[in-house]
């Protein structure tokens, strides 16, 4: 059973949801309708995915209602003016086939073409429109992605309001420390996006010896582990059965051996700050 938390805004999330980077139209499609099949509630998806119609096509043929599935989308990166953001939002309500998000995120604090461009002004002016959606009763929850502290201070100077949550890069031995105390410290949940390094911590032997010790598989440990940590973990699958697995997450990994994944540091660093 996925339990939920509850963001600093009030607004309950589930606590793992399935994630649509890298899923063509069709595979997202698929995945979602067999992540919802098998109890899932939370998907994400962000328009430069451009899989938003396949998403909502398959949240609408699933027979579950609307309300239940939590459904997480994300204003693109290089978007950074009030009217252009009310506009891109429009679009994916439209791609998704639904008249109110759960959360909108702004992507990243600067263009993904131009990463550490310094877009303060602009994050501000999406930021208050986004909180004017939210009055407007499209979205009910704002936040960001691969914000930094410096990056999210002059949104909450300007407006009075914090974001709910920052989804980040995070996985065993790659947690951005710094970002997750920033925001421990300030009431805004972590979401991890590439909980298992997009496959590469099956290689890690360390993270491999625990998981066969407790018995679970690598992906499993990996995703327990966020949890553990208090992050939101959203992991990427288009293989139905290791979607259901991915939610059966009914162990706990000892103190000892969290210890020791929490020392692991320095695995598949980005080039640029993330």
Not at 58 to 75: C, N, P, Q
Not at 80 to 99: N, P
Not at 203 to 217: D, S, Y
Request: hydrophobic share 35%; net charge negative.
């Amino acid at each position: 059973m996925i339990k939920n938390y509850i963001m600093n805004d009030g607004v309950e999330i589930p606590s793992v949801g399935l994630g649509t980077w890298q899923s063509a139209k069709d595979d997202a499609y698929k995945a979602v309708r067999a992540a919802l099949e098998c109890g899932y509630r939370h998907i994400d998806t962000a328009y430069a995915y451009e899989n938003e119609d396949g998403v909502g096509k398959a949240v609408k043929d699933s027979g579950v209602d609307r309300r239940e599935v939590f459904i997480t989308t994300k204003l693109p990166s290089h978007i950074k003016t009030f009217d252009e953001t009310l506009d891109y939002c429009g679009q994916s309500l439209k791609a998704l086939g639904t008249d109110y998000l759960d959360l909108y995120l702004i992507h990243a604090p600067w263009p993904w073409s131009n990463p550490g461009t310094d877009c303060t002004q602009g994050n501000i002016e999406a930021w208050k429109a986004m909180i004017e959606l939210k009055k407007q009763g499209k979205i009910r929850s704002i936040g960001v992605s691969n914000f930094h502290g410096e990056d999210i201070e002059p949104l909450i100077k300007a407006t009075g309001v914090k974001p709910s949550c920052n989804q980040i890069r995070f996985f065993i031995g790659n947690t951005q420390e710094a970002v997750y105390d920033y925001c421990k410290q300030n009431d805004i949940l972590v979401e991890a996006y590439s909980p298992l390094a997009t496959g590469k911590l099956m290689e890690v032997e360390q993270i491999a010896q625990i998981a066969q010790k407790l018995g679970v598989t690598l992906p499993k440990l990996c995703l327990k582990y966020c949890l553990q940590r208090g992050t939101l973990p959203l992991p990427k699958s288009v293989t139905p059965s290791r979607i259901a697995d991915n939610i059966k997450l009914d162990f706990e990994i000892p103190e000892e051996d969290m210890l020791v994944l929490n020392s692991v540091k320095g695995l598949f660093p980005r080039p640029f700050r993330s």
